[in-house]
């Protein structure tokens, strides 16, 4: 089925560093979603992305939907403790409903 | 309620036996949406509901696995004759409609099959 490929896989940073990580798929994807996971709870919305190109801000995090609509990026400007979890990208292939989801990145802050 | 809201939020069987998950969506959202996430991976679809109709269910792993939607609401996923590699947590997420509105995710069924 249809995948999508996040890299990297875990990041382990200083407090104040930016992050950067990124998401591919084989095939073109409709809207581009990034989620953001915590211990015990489920995903919850970050940003969402709707057209190829658009570069989107929500506070410190910044997230863009190829041109190709087949990649995306989220990048978080100077961490803090609070943004450690698991991010996820995740997109719609369709105009369906049904969510693709990358395998995650675990983001981990040092104070 | 004020959100996605599911139930046992564990779950210990032992194999062969029936389990049957409960999910209980935000209040007026027509769509409700069902995922499993192995541990280290991202949620993997396996069907969707748009009120009590089951729109894609191409997601379920097998027969052994269904789900229900009786009444547009509460919905059920039931595992039959489980079997060991069915240990994960069950998401639900539900919407305000389908397409590509925000699904709101609840806290899961973690599953373990012993």
Redesign the interface.
Known sequence: GQQLNQSPQSMFIQEGEDVSMNCTSSSIFNTWLWYKQDPGEGPVLLIALYKAGELTSNGRLTAQFGITRKDSFLNISASIPSDVGIYFCAGHASNTGKLIFGQGTTLQVKP | GAG?SQSPRYKVTKRGQDVALRCDPISGHV?L?W?RQAL??????LT?FNYEAQ??K??LPNDRFSAERPEGSISTLTIQRTEQRDSAMY?C?S?LV???????????TRLLVL
Not at chain 2, 98 to 108: A, D, L, N, S, V
Request: hydrophobic share 15%.
């Open positions: 996605v769509s949406y995922y280290g991976q991202g949620p993997e679809f969707y729109q894609d191409s997601g998401r997420a919407s389908g397409g590509r509105e925000t699904q709101y995710f609840g806290p899961g």
